[in-house]
């Protein structure tokens, strides 16, 4: 039978969870599901990708409504997608809309991204509302290690990671490009470690390789890795592009060799894949349950140590003055992707969860749905808007609809 799927994602700005609900949206489809997308901003560079991967696009904004009565909000516009399956990427009220819902529709949480002791609110989102969450999704095995630690009795968590939407064109390397051609694609915030990136360039330029590297991205720590850059001298070495789409990255990857990921911490990197998927060299930070379980070292990539820029410099004099070698990683890294991480393999993963049901008695109890009195549960109203924070992003909205344009409520 043909399944309704429902994915909700924060909004449309480039990131992982729009990653994720694009790749999976286009694979659902494929697999003959009805696919509808909740997002509760419409504004974002992927608008027009989501309408391209969707059946029906959903926008549900809170503006001055209280917790409660958006709840409510939110709840009509889920039941009238009549979902079989709710997959949720870190949306606070869809999470609070869980225990309001017919107990028949599969509820998945998915957590993309953390760092233990750090950054954990994915995982107090998607453990919010247990007894109605029939499996939790973790994007990688170190973030399913630190979510089984916390011991949050009778959660199903499995590990899947982010997919590919397509395997693209084949691009043969097989000579190593001079100037040596590198890429850095992500947000540009502190987690990735932009210091590091640009300490490996400049080692690169002290011992005379020439190379150029585009960096595409954009975020917290742009204006001052820009700075940086122009006081290292290296203008002419780096390409700053700020952020892209999916087809944009897709022509900077056909465009370069080296792919260089420096980052403190990562889930399943999607970047990476995609830079895999097109053929490039991956030289990654070691990241034990991340990167090392993508990466077979020397092999499909390299993990380097983003503390010792030497090993990102060795690694490509090596591959320099090994052209057969440069070939054959780069051969295996696209086919990596294509056995283990493509989009339509993962969804079916996904789709081995659809129809579990979380037997907790709690999840029985017959006074639930239909329900008169809406609540956002305890522990998510620190991540659900109050009055102060409402205000100041409706303003916020107000400047993004000039710049964006006002989008459709819902297209069907």
């Not at 080692?203 to 020439?210: E, F």
Request: glycine share 6%; with cysteine; charged share 20%.
């Amino acid at each position: 039978n043909v399944r309704r799927v429902l994915i909700c994602c924060p909004d449309f700005e480039i990131g992982g969870f729009s990653s994720h609900a694009i790749n999976f949206g286009r694979a659902f489809r494929r697999l003959g599901c009805h696919v509808s997308c909740l997002v509760l901003e419409p504004f974002g560079k992927l608008y027009d990708e989501f309408l391209n991967s969707f059946d029906d696009i959903i926008i549900v904004r809170q503006g001055l409504q209280s917790r409660n009565k958006f709840l409510r909000q939110v709840i009509q516009r889920v039941m009238q997608s009549q979902p079989d399956v709710i997959i949720n990427s870190a949306v606070p009220f869809v999470q609070a809309a869980f225990p309001y819902l017919p107990v028949e529709i599969t509820r998945i949480s998915v957590i993309h991204g953390m760092l233990e002791g750090k950054y954990e609110h994915e995982i107090d989102i998607a453990s919010a509302n247990a007894a109605w969450v029939d499996a939790v999704v973790a994007v990688s095995e170190n973030i399913r290690t630190v979510v089984l630690r916390r011991n949050l009795t009778g959660l199903r968590v499995v590990t899947i990671p982010v997919g590919m939407v397509e395997i693209p064109p084949l691009i043969p390397r097989v000579t190593v490009a001079k100037p040596l051609r590198l890429v850095f694609v992500g947000r540009l915030v502190r987690q990735k470690n932009l210091p590091g990136l640009l300490r490996v360039a400049q080692q690169l330029y002290s011992i005379g390789i020439p190379f150029t590297l585009t960096v595409a991205g954009d975020g917290l720590e742009a204006a001052k890795f820009r700075r940086s850059v122009l006081a290292s001298g290296l203008i002419n070495q780096i390409k700053i592009l700020g952020p892209l789409t999916h087809n944009e990255i897709g022509k900077v990857f056909a465009q370069n060799d080296f792919f260089l990921m420096t980052s403190h911490y990562e889930g399943t990197p999607h970047t990476l894949l995609e830079a895999m998927a097109h053929g490039l060299i991956v030289l990654a930070n070691r990241l034990p349950g991340s990167t090392d379980q993508i990466i077979a070292h020397g092999i499909n990539g390299f993990l380097c140590n983003a503390a010792e820029p030497s090993s990102y410099i060795d690694t490509m004099q090596q591959l320099i003055g090994n052209p057969r070698l440069f070939a054959a990683v780069s051969e295996a890294a696209r086919l990596t992707i294509v056995k283990k991480y493509n989009a339509d393999a993962l969804a079916t993963d996904y789709a081995s969860l659809f129809g579990t049901m979380n037997t907790d008695p709690l999840r029985q109890s017959p006074h639930v749905y239909p329900c008169k009195d809406f609540r956002v549960a305890d522990s998510l109203r620190p991540y659900c808007p109050g009055l102060a924070r409402k205000i100041k992003h409706r303003i916020v909205g107000i400047w993004a609809c000039m710049a964006c344009g006002k989008r459709s409520v819902t297209r069907r």
